[in-house]
């Protein structure tokens, strides 16, 4: 070989430190999260808000499950499914777009349905949101659903769902309080109207059929991109085992939403398991619906089985919440991740390793 021929491998061999810096720059650069400069949208004008504490709404909702009282379970018709599909996307227009004329369409047909779709200015925050739930003279047990009036200027779509009231303890009430907590940036709150075990043959369980109104919800705001976090509870004394909080995205993987949601409980010193398709089994949500759908659809799911300790303990119960309220404003990014300079001096490190090694190689190589 001619000695100009042997001359241009050593060219190439800095280009490649090079490489390797920028693939691990635009890597690393990715979850960091900066703020947003935007405003939040506000909801549109040409409403009629009707001013109370949003809670009081919200017991409201909580006093109707059937279960807790008496009632009967409804299949929907194929027409109920189309029209409540109808009126979620005439919500999710009417928010994101900031369009008065889509929540009065939203309200029409939610009349047809014996829904009312309640624009509720929450009086012990200011904070506006839509209510969409049951008249009081029906009760099918289709569920409730709350909505941020205002879109949050974050891109990530948060949707908080609590599937199993009353059955999973208080799962309800401390999945809207993440909802309200962290306003705007949960857009959604679906919760069931039926306790879990009130169907025989597992009819009212809305984590695990196929087919239902809380569903047909989960699939209208369920959209790529966005994250799903579903409340659960277990009893600690039939789980002795087990820590505190256990994560899971349903089939032993885990996603930035799950993985910033670990790291902020456990720096809340609340201990935290994470189903990895063998430990943590019984709570790993493998057969959850609304899971599977997430993630077929890109989105990312979080499930999360809180143990009674927590949910009976005032103290931790606000840890948990506070965690998880931090997690959403947060976007999903760890602390780490805010201080930059780490990952562009590692990335000097290896680079500077390269370039001497590459240096050392063309002097000792003759030529
Ligand atoms: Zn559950």
Same mark, same amino acid.
């Given at each position: 070989?001619?000695?100009?021929?042997?001359?241009?491998?050593?060219?190439?061999?800095?280009?490649?430190?090079?490489?390797?810096?920028?693939?691990?720059?635009?890597?690393?650069?990715?979850?960091?999260?900066?703020?947003?400069?935007?405003?939040?949208?506000?909801?549109?004008?040409?409403?009629?808000?009707?001013?109370?504490?949003?809670?009081?709404?919200?017991?409201?909702?909580?006093?109707?499950?059937?279960?807790?009282?008496?009632?009967?379970?409804?299949?929907? $018709?194929?027409?109920? #499914?189309?029209?409540?599909?109808?009126?979620?996307?005439?919500?999710?227009?009417?928010?994101?777009?900031?369009?008065? /004329?889509?929540?009065?369409?939203? $309200?029409?047909?939610?009349?047809?349905?014996?829904?009312?779709?309640?624009?509720?200015?929450?009086?012990?925050?200011?904070?506006?949101?839509?209510?969409?739930?049951?008249?009081?003279?029906?009760?099918?047990?289709?569920?409730?659903?709350?909505?941020?009036?205002?879109?949050?200027?974050?891109?990530?779509?948060?949707?908080?769902?609590?599937?199993?009231?009353?059955?999973?303890?208080?799962?309800?009430?401390?999945?809207?309080?993440?909802?309200?907590?962290?306003?705007?940036?949960?857009?959604?709150?679906?919760?069931?109207?039926?306790?879990?075990?009130?169907?025989?043959?597992?009819?009212?369980?809305?984590?695990?059929?196929?087919?239902?109104?809380? @569903?047909?919800?989960?699939?209208?705001? %369920?959209?790529?991109?966005?994250?799903?976090?579903?409340?659960?509870?277990?009893?600690?004394?039939?789980?002795?085992? @087990?820590?505190?909080?256990?994560?899971?995205?349903?089939?032993? /993987?885990?996603?930035?939403?799950?993985?910033?949601?670990?790291?902020?409980? @456990?720096?809340?010193?609340?201990?935290?398991?994470?189903?990895?398709?063998?430990?943590?089994?019984?709570?790993?949500?493998?057969?959850?619906?609304?899971?599977? #759908?997430?993630?077929?659809?890109?989105?990312?799911?979080?499930?999360?089985?809180?143990?009674?300790?927590?949910? #009976?303990?005032? %103290?931790?119960? %606000?840890?948990? @919440?506070?965690?998880? %309220?931090?997690?959403?404003?947060?976007?999903?990014?760890?602390?780490?991740?805010?201080?930059?300079?780490?990952?562009?001096?590692?990335?000097?490190?290896?680079?500077?390793?390269?370039?001497?090694?590459? #240096?050392?190689?063309?002097?000792?190589?003759?030529?």
């Amino acid at each position: 070989m001619s000695a100009r021929a042997k001359k241009s491998p050593r060219r190439i061999i800095p280009i490649i430190p090079v490489i390797i810096l920028l693939v691990i720059v635009s890597t690393f650069s990715l979850p960091v999260h900066h703020s947003p400069v935007n405003t939040p949208q506000l909801p549109p004008t040409g409403i009629t808000w009707l001013t109370k504490p949003l809670q009081q709404v919200y017991n409201l909702i909580q006093s109707r499950f059937i279960g807790l009282i008496p009632g009967n379970y409804t299949e929907p $018709s194929s027409s109920d #499914y189309s029209t409540m599909s109808t009126i979620f996307g005439l919500i999710d227009t009417a928010v994101s777009q900031n369009d008065a /004329g889509s929540i009065l369409s939203a $309200s029409n047909l939610a009349t047809q349905l014996n829904y009312q779709l309640i624009p509720v200015n929450d009086s012990a925050t200011g904070n506006k949101y839509y209510v969409l739930m049951e008249n009081t003279t029906v009760n099918r047990g289709w569920g409730s659903y709350l909505f941020a009036a205002e879109r949050s200027p974050l891109t990530t779509q948060v949707i908080m769902e609590a599937p199993h009231p009353v059955t999973d303890f208080n799962s309800q009430q401390i999945a809207y309080t993440i909802f309200t907590s962290a306003y705007p940036d949960v857009t959604t709150l679906l919760v069931s109207g039926v306790e879990r075990t009130f169907g025989p043959n597992g009819q009212t369980d809305m984590a695990h059929r196929a087919q239902s109104i809380f @569903e047909t919800a989960h699939e209208a705001f %369920t959209k790529f991109g966005s994250v799903v976090i579903q409340i659960h509870g277990f009893d600690a004394a039939n789980h002795p085992t @087990e820590p505190l909080v256990v994560l899971s995205d349903g089939d032993g /993987g885990i996603n930035g939403a799950l993985q910033s949601i670990a790291s902020n409980l @456990e720096a809340a010193n609340l201990s935290v398991g994470i189903f990895d398709g063998f430990t943590h089994e019984k709570l790993g949500a493998q057969k959850n619906i609304q899971g599977r #759908y997430a993630r077929a659809f890109g989105a990312g799911f979080v499930h999360s089985e809180i143990s009674s300790i927590v949910v #009976y303990n005032a %103290t931790l119960l %606000t840890q948990y @919440e506070n965690s998880l %309220t931090q997690s959403v404003l947060n976007n999903f990014g760890f602390p780490a991740y805010q201080i930059d300079i780490k990952i562009p001096i590692i990335a000097l490190g290896i680079m500077s390793f390269f370039l001497v090694a590459g #240096y050392r190689l063309s002097k000792t190589r003759p030529d």
